[in-house]
């Protein structure tokens, strides 16, 4: 088992009246790639500024290792932060730039020459060093932004978002690129994203948030197979998720049927959710399936075909290599290692639905943000 090298316990940090984190906790490991998760206002950049120390917490503590750095300024913790904005010198070269703490830190000429070539070797831009930085493409100044970072040697290496502003091809090149150098220094990187293919691609460990809490902590297969909530569920991926009686152990109940499932524990005729991924569902002729349904709207997504079927009213949404066509009745086809039980929670009953999916699509950009404005303005309330 790891070290740990960083908790936060029970932090509480609020703005203006309005508790961000209240009551947070949570242990980071030494040599870990940690991400933390969740959609804006979740309180994650937050967090990640507390261990930071660029906000001092209302109430609560933060040790490095043992000791106690609530009240270090930031200039004195072990840890170095990349911004999505890189904040690299405009006036310095490459070399200066990366230079530049090593200097403040009163580091020997020779030693900085030594880092500031080793580091840049690392991130691949080893013809770079007398380059001015307003003549790198934004993918090469992030990479001087994380050597910058690495020449200080800090034991942790925080990330807030530093790859939002880059391109979809260049940012999933820089998600190998940090995984790679990570892996490397064996540095512990805390990365802030609300992108779930970013968090699931990258990291050791994943927390994912809501409304400043903890939903859930595991590696990121546990994270998509097992979701603890309707929340974690329908936040990485997409999750169909149903009302279901769990009858007695590995038999749950839901669409109208019964179901032999892997999960216990949960009691006799107990309420739960029922989740099933979409690519987890087998497209079979109708009358050899006990869920039908007809399908009310397709989109070709290049490797599937994303298909909603109307099943009494709940719309599912599948995602199959078969290509169906809008109004065909087709049946849906389950193992008991697709049903995966999970207990309610205060988050059951507002995901899973593809009701408003099919209608979405035919809509401006405009109008789906307004549809996604109100569902978030609904979840607020609770």
Request: glycine content about 10%; proline content about 3%.
């Amino acid at each position: 088992m790891k070290n740990t090298i960083i908790s936060l316990k029970d932090i509480t940090v609020s703005y203006d009246g309005e508790q961000v984190l209240g009551g947070f906790n949570l242990a980071i490991h030494d040599g870990e790639f940690v991400t933390l998760l969740g959609p804006s206002g979740c309180g994650k950049t937050t967090a990640l500024r507390t261990i930071a120390g660029f906000i001092k917490p209302d109430a609560g503590d933060v040790f490095f290792y043992d000791k106690n750095i609530t009240g270090l300024p930031p200039h004195k913790r072990e840890v170095n932060t990349i911004f999505q904005k890189y904040a690299l010198f405009p006036h310095l070269n490459v070399y200066n730039n990366i230079a530049f703490g090593m200097r403040l830190k009163g580091c020997s000429e020779k030693k900085i020459k030594e880092t500031v070539h080793r580091m840049l070797a690392m991130v691949d831009m080893s013809g770079y060093a007398h380059r001015g930085v307003s003549q790198l493409s934004g993918g090469q100044q992030q990479r001087v932004a994380i050597a910058r970072a690495l020449a200080n040697e800090p034991k942790v290496l925080l990330l807030d978002e530093p790859l939002g502003a880059l391109d979809l091809k260049l940012r999933k090149d820089m998600q190998a690129e940090l995984k790679k150098i990570q892996q490397q220094t064996g540095i512990t990187f805390v990365f802030v994203t609300h992108d779930q293919e970013e968090a699931l691609s990258m990291s050791d460990t994943v927390v994912v948030m809501d409304r400043g809490m903890i939903q859930q902590i595991g590696t990121p297969t546990d994270i998509y197979n097992e979701p603890e909530n309707a929340f974690v569920a329908d936040f990485i991926g997409e999750s169909n998720i149903l009302d279901g009686i769990m009858l007695e152990d590995y038999s749950v109940k839901f669409a109208g049927h019964i179901f032999h499932c892997l999960d216990g524990g949960f009691g006799s005729n107990t309420p739960v959710d029922v989740v099933i991924r979409p690519e987890d569902i087998k497209v079979v002729e109708p009358e050899s399936s006990l869920i039908t349904g007809e399908v009310t709207a397709v989109t070709f997504k290049g490797v599937h075909y994303e298909i909603i079927v109307d099943v009494g009213g709940f719309k599912w949404m599948i995602q199959s290599t078969q290509c169906r066509e809008t109004g065909d009745r087709i049946g849906l086809s389950l193992t008991p290692n697709d049903i995966h039980v999970m207990a309610k929670s205060k988050y059951s009953g507002m995901f899973g639905d593809y009701s408003t999916f099919s209608d979405e699509m035919g809509e401006d950009k405009n109008a789906s943000s307004e549809a996604l404005a109100e569902g978030e303005g609904s979840a607020d309330e609770i």
